[in-house]
Structures are given as C-alpha cells and as structure tokens.
C-alpha cells in the first residue's frame, strides 16, 4: 500500500499531496470520541514502523504524476508526530520539495518531547489540533494515553508560536454537549489569547464518529463562535451552512454582525436573505466593508476595523 495519497484540493491549504505515516493500521495517542477511524485504544508509541526510504521512494513516484502541487501534508492513520524518524523524513523532504509548503496535521500531544517540537520547527505549516483547555473535558472528549495532559499541551502550544517562522493553524472540534459548555469555551478563549497563530478554525462532526455523539448544527457554531475574543482570528469550518434559515439584516446590522465576527462569503450565503446580500453588495462596493485574506480564506469585515489590533 502507498504511504501517499491525493492530490486532494483543499479549499483552505491549496492542492496537497498526502502522506499516510500510519497508512496499515490506525495508531494514535487519543481515541477521540468524534474520530473518523474506527475506534482504538489510544496507544503512547507507534507499533508498525514504515521506513523513511519508503515513503521518500513513494512521494518522489508521486511527485513525478503529479507535479503541480501547493502543499506535501504529513497526516497518518492516527497520530503522525508519534512516527520516531520524524526529523529524518522532514528533511529528507525539505531536499526534494523545491517551492512546495509542507505541512503537518496533529494533535498536538507529542509537541512537549523536544524532538517533536523541533521537528515541526522545520515545517511551513504546522495545524495543531485543541479541543479542550480543562482536564475533565480533554479526557472525555479526546481520551488520551495515560500521562498525556492537556496543561503540558497547551504550554507547548504557546511555546511553540512564539519560536515557529512557518504558519501556525489552530483547530477545534465541538461535540454536543461535551466541550461546548461556556466553562469550556471560556477555558478555551483564554488558552488561545496566549497563542500567535494565522487562523483558528472551528468546526464539528460532519462524517459518522467512532463513538454515538452529536454535532452542532451551524447556527449553534455561529452563536459559540461570539463567545471567543473577538481579537482571535476565528474561522467557522462547517458542511452544514445549509440548515440555516437566511435572515434580514440591516445595513447598521450587518456592519454589527461583522464587527462582532468577520464572515466568509460562505456564512454570508448561509446567514443573509437576498436582500440582506444586496445591502452587504452595495456596502463594499461602496467601502464601507473590506476583504481580509487569513491563508486562503477571504473575510470580510467593516473597513474601519482593518488596523484594528489585537487587544492582547
Ligand atoms: S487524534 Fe485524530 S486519528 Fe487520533 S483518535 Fe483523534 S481524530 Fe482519530
């Protein structure tokens, strides 16, 4: 079995080409209760080892087929930081990639080892995963391996976005009733004011998860969102735009609405009526609404919030 896969086109990092660094068997340190995979007991080290020769003889077949790549994405079947020839493998990539970004998609809980955290130093992108900032909650939700704590996870995280040059994306995942408590996302509001990061996206379970648990539809993902800071560059990820029921909003409303939390042209479609997207139309033709560009993603907010700075 190939170590890669895709291209996949990614709306967020561009077209990527994958590597699986688990790609026979799952093997994470979490068992998440939203997991795509099926379910497994969260293990603290990889078992079945690919060897870095593999996968640097899969990617450069790849590479071949598909030249016209944005981004090498290092994921795994679980866990791609628990992989122990990490720092060999990035760089053995670094030689071969030319102007390709890299990147990785974790879960953070090996970021507190030293060689993990060095690693990913290497990277032009790194996407951590933070579902929770409570122990009680960290527990439930992503049910780690024994000793895996989520106040050395976020110290590290904090740590690592003030050395990291590349860019930093956060991601959180909400489950019903399990980490979208205000006590929780207040938790959560006060770890991330102490990390530097491009985007934070926020999102919930759109494919079947590994345990009987809920999504939240994308109005209770809009409200949570008001929540946070409004400083913090907050992204709503979610296929479920559609369930909403567009409403009408006045000029003054919708340069409220934008003020509170910069919008997507996709919550826009999803959140206004068609008058409400004519006014929005007519107030940035006329200015009065601007385009900011957070990696790919295009926001929209009230021009006169462009030099706003972050409060903290
Ligand atoms: S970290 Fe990812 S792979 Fe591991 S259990 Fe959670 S969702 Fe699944």
């Not at 895709?6 to 026979?24: C, M, N, Q």
């Not at 539809?217 to 709503?236: A, C, N, Q």
């Not at 559609?242 to 919708?254: F, R």
Request: net charge negative; charged share 20%; with cysteine.
């Amino acid at each position: 079995m190939s170590t890669i896969f895709g291209p996949v086109h990614s709306r967020r990092f561009g077209v990527s080409l994958g590597i699986d660094l688990s790609s026979s068997t799952k093997q994470c340190n979490f068992d998440c209760l939203y997991c795509e995979l099926a379910p497994a007991p969260a293990m603290a080290h990889q078992h079945t080892i690919t060897p870095v020769e593999t996968i640097i003889t899969d990617l450069q077949e790849a590479l071949i087929n598909h030249p016209a790549i944005d981004v090498i994405t290092i994921t795994a079947n679980g866990e791609p930081t628990m992989y122990p020839y990490l720092s060999e493998l990035i760089n053995q990539i670094d030689q071969m990639k030319g102007n390709i970004q890299t990147l990785i998609l974790s879960n953070s809980a090996c970021l507190s080892d030293e060689n993990v955290f060095n690693s990913l130093l290497k990277l032009d992108q790194v996407k951590l995963s933070l579902d929770a900032a409570t122990p009680e909650t960290f527990k439930k939700i992503d049910r780690p391996a024994d000793g895996i704590e989520i106040s050395a996870i976020i110290e590290s995280i904090i740590q690592f976005s003030r050395v990291f040059n590349g860019k930093l994306f956060l991601e959180i995942l909400f489950v019903k009733g399990i980490n979208d408590t205000p006590d929780e996302v207040a938790a959560l509001n006060t770890a991330l004011l102490d990390i530097h990061c491009e985007r934070i996206d926020i999102g919930t379970i759109d494919r079947p998860p590994a345990y009987a648990v809920q999504g939240l539809r994308f109005d209770e993902l809009y409200t949570l969102s008001h929540d946070f800071d409004p400083s913090l560059p907050i992204h709503i990820v979610s296929r479920t735009h559609a369930q909403v029921l567009p409403s009408s909003y006045s000029d003054s409303e919708i340069l409220t609405t934008l003020d509170k939390r910069p919008l997507t042209r996709d919550d826009i479609d999803a959140l206004f009526d068609t008058d409400s997207k004519e006014r929005f139309q007519i107030l940035l033709n006329q200015g009065k609404i601007a385009q900011i560009e957070r990696t790919n993603v295009i926001f929209f907010t009230p021009s006169e919030n462009i030099n706003r700075k972050r409060s903290k």
